[in-house]
């Protein structure tokens, strides 16, 4: 398999809704390898498919704590907790830019496994934020979509860089 590369803000795949998996086969398990070297090679804690330029929902999140390192395939947040917090988010797609998100501290996710078992996961603090954070990019998201209004205005210049990049 070819080795995947990061895509930046301003490619348009970051912005479409990805396709569900249909069937787990082995270039699906090539994708996952793959997409992990890439999270890993960019010392990132999650990554999501559409981030390599792939439409499928597929996601990484390993937050190096134990028990915190899954793929997922076709997840879902099907259970938000009522309390919330802010937090600083940044994006591998949008490298050197951070801003304040506020997101409910504690969910419910469901997906597959890379063997094809449904699981559900209960997910607390800065597993629950990465896990909302990728699954975002499923639906085409990102964190700067989640900023306040005077927070999008802070990052504006260090937005327009990306839009400068992007190619006609």
């Known amino acids: 398999m070819k080795k995947l590369r990061i895509r930046y803000l301003g490619d348009p795949i970051l912005r479409k809704k990805a396709r569900r998996v249909e069937k787990i086969t082995s270039s699906t398990l090539q994708t996952i390898e793959g997409m992990w070297t890439a999270m890993y090679e960019s010392k990132g804690i999650g990554l999501a498919a559409p981030q390599v330029g792939l439409s499928q929902r597929i996601i990484l999140v390993d ?49 597959l496994t890379v063997d094809g078992k449904q699981v559900q996961i209960h997910a607390s603090g800065l597993f629950a934020r990465v896990f909302q954070h990728e699954i975002d990019h499923l639906e085409g998201v990102l964190f700067i979509d989640r900023v306040s209004p005077e927070e999008l205005e802070r990052l504006r210049g260090a937005l327009e860089k990306f839009e400068a990049c992007t190619p006609a």
């Open 63 to 111: 937050t190096r704590e134990p028990g915190e390192k899954t793929a997922l395939i076709n997840p879902e947040i099907v259970w938000v907790g009522d309390e919330l917090a802010s937090l600083s988010e940044g994006c591998l797609s949008i490298p050197g830019v951070e801003g304040e998100v506020v997101r409910p501290t504690r969910i419910k996710v469901i997906g």
